[in-house]
């Protein structure tokens, strides 16, 4: 059973960083692929950014380029999302989730992923 566990929301300031979470657990991980996704009241869930559990390439929204990372450690099972220079517009609720890769692409479609966490609250304040 794939389980997914979300950490490090918070409320920060407008410029301000923060670091997500997001530890996976349950499968050998090695041919799937993380995305982190967000979801503002009202607004439906948006992709931000995506990383293969091998590999080196990354995946990200034009809204989140250059100010946004995604990484992993493999070793710990745990992905990453560093969030820099952060705007209101970035507060959300983020979803990691995770699918395994069957084709030689992004999958930026929320339906597109199998598992979930639970979200963690990021807070964005002007």
């Known amino acids: 059973q794939v389980q997914l566990v979300e950490f490090g929301g918070g409320l920060v300031q407008a410029g301000g960083s923060l670091r997500l979470s997001c530890i996976a657990s349950?499968?050998?991980?090695?041919?799937?692929?993380m995305g982190w996704f967000r979801q503002a009241p009202g607004k439906e869930r948006e992709f931000v950014a995506a990383i293969r559990w091998s590999g080196v390439s990354t995946d990200y929204a034009d809204s989140v380029k250059g100010r946004f990372t995604i990484s992993r450690d493999n070793a710990k099972n745990t992905v990453y999302l560093q969030m820099n220079s952060l705007k209101s517009e970035d507060t959300a609720v983020y979803y990691c989730?995770?699918?395994?890769?069957?084709?030689?692409?992004?999958?930026?479609?929320?339906?597109?992923?199998?598992?979930w966490g639970q979200g963690t609250q990021v807070t964005v304040s002007s």
């Open positions: 989730a995770t699918r395994f890769a069957t084709l030689n692409r992004w999958y930026r479609g929320g339906n597109e992923y199998d598992y």
């Open positions: 349950g499968r050998t991980f090695s041919r799937y692929v």
